[in-house]
């Protein structure tokens, strides 16, 4: 392997810019997890996958060669395409997340301070909260009203306003109660400073009540409500040789955009194969379209039914005989951060897909440790296929450690093992990312969904 891999692209750099441009769209236009989901589901359905809702009431089956898709609640999405072999013989999955970290409204975020109408929040993930200041940020979510109505909610992009967060003046920063660090508290969005004349109280909420009003929006419909404010404006090409990627959200919908891309290019595979794209990873995987939820192991009920295979001794073993890529990103060797990490062991850049065969902290604690019998089938696909890979860690030994759903679906007894992007100033508004890992990654997870590993 070449040590910066544009060396190996010298002749083919079109071919990588091509595919990453699809990619930057695609960020910046999908910024939440129902975002991403309908956009899996049209691209799904333009490759001919069928919703199994559907395929259930009209009493469909499903053969070899077929191609469908469930969606759990809008925010997570399972597309298999069916194998020859018997689905106990198992399924080759790639799974990423496609919830991002972000600022969410409250339930009942509107209130006046000052002269302005604000929106309280409450934060959703791991972020350095300093990061999210002073910084234009759109709206974009749902509300359903009690009817059961949706109103789909997106304000702040293109030219559109924003909102935003204020910060303190440097100057006014070296009193006594000098503050180190944002609290939770503190990331209130400022929404507006106009008053309603006619208001007897409140004239600044009133005023943006109106506002709302006119979307068919009141005041008690944000608790029936997903509001995420998110980085407004569009993914970039970074660098001056336009080599990187800059955007918002790239943890984890770098895995999600190139796993469910190389999906698209399977035709009568083998083994049944799967792309899982999940929500609330970066809570914890929890609730109902978390990777804990049994949701997915329920979908594969539905799909073995449809192909007349199953029975809970043939769903074990599916399940147990299963392949797993755990597509999540991990984080880069930084310049500027050198110390945090061990540059000899760690990711780089321009060195193509990450393998972190455990993550975890302090003593890999929390860590899915992947099999090297695993692991050295995979080197032999992926060096069959010539892709490009890199075996990594994530930082020092003790300096930090993070998680992602491997541990979670290594719990049916299935081979799993992590591998991604790798990521600068991951959790950070902008994230950024290297234009031929992208490619490479997707290139590695064709050639994982063709693998045989029995
Ligand atoms: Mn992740
Ligand atoms: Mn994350």
Known sequence: MKTNLWENYKDKKAEVFDFCEGYRNFLSNNKTERECTKFAISVAEKNG???????????????????????????????FIIGKQAFENGINIVGA??????????????????????????????????????????????????DGKKIDFVMGENDDAVVGISDLLPHLEKGPEKKAEFSGEDLNLIAGNMAKVDAKENKFKAFILDILKEKGIEEDDFFSAEIEAVPAGKARD?????????????????CAYTGLMALMKIENPEYTVC????????????????????????????????????????????????????????????????????????????????????????????????????????????????????????????????????????????????AGVPVLNMHARWEITSKVDIYETYRAYVAFYNMKIK
């Open 97 to 146: 997340h496609i919830d991002s970290p972000r600022i969410d409204l409250k339930a009942k975020p509107l209130y006046e301070s000052q002269g302005f109408c604000m929106l309280d929040t409450h934060y959703y993930g791991g972020i350095k909260k300093y990061q999210w200041t002073a910084s234009p940020l759109a709206l974009h979510g749902v509300i359903v009203k009690k």
């Open 238 to 254: 970074f660098g001056l040789d336009r080599s990187m990627i800059i955007g918002y959200g790239q943890d984890d919908r770098v």
């Open 275 to 418: 792309n899982l794209l999940v929500d609330k990873e970066e809570i914890g995987s929890v609730g109902a379209t978390g990777m804990h939820s049994k949701w997915f192991e329920n979908t594969v009920v539905e799909v073995m039914n449809l192909c007349g295979q199953y029975s809970e001794l043939a769903l074990r073993r599916t399940l147990n005989r299963s392949n797993m890529l755990s597509s999540d990103v991990t984080a880069a060797v930084d310049p500027n951060f050198t110390a945090a990490f061990n540059p000899a062991t760690d990711a780089h850049f321009a060195k193509g897909i990450s393998f972190n065969k455990f993550t975890g902290a302090y003593g890999k604690s929390g860590a899915n440790d992947a099999n090297p019998e695993f692991i050295a089938a995979l080197r032999n696909q992926l060096d069959k296929e010539k892709v490009a890979f890199q075996a990594t860690e994530m930082g020092k030994v003790d300096q930090g450690g993070g998680g992602t759903i491997a541990y979670i679906m290594a719990k049916f007894g299935m081979n799993v093992i992590d």
């Open 49 to 79: 996958f069928k919703n199994l809702e559907t395929l259930i009431k009209e009493n469909k089956k499903l053969k070899a060669g077929d191609k469908v898709y469930a969606v759990n609640m809008d925010k997570s999405i399972a597309m």
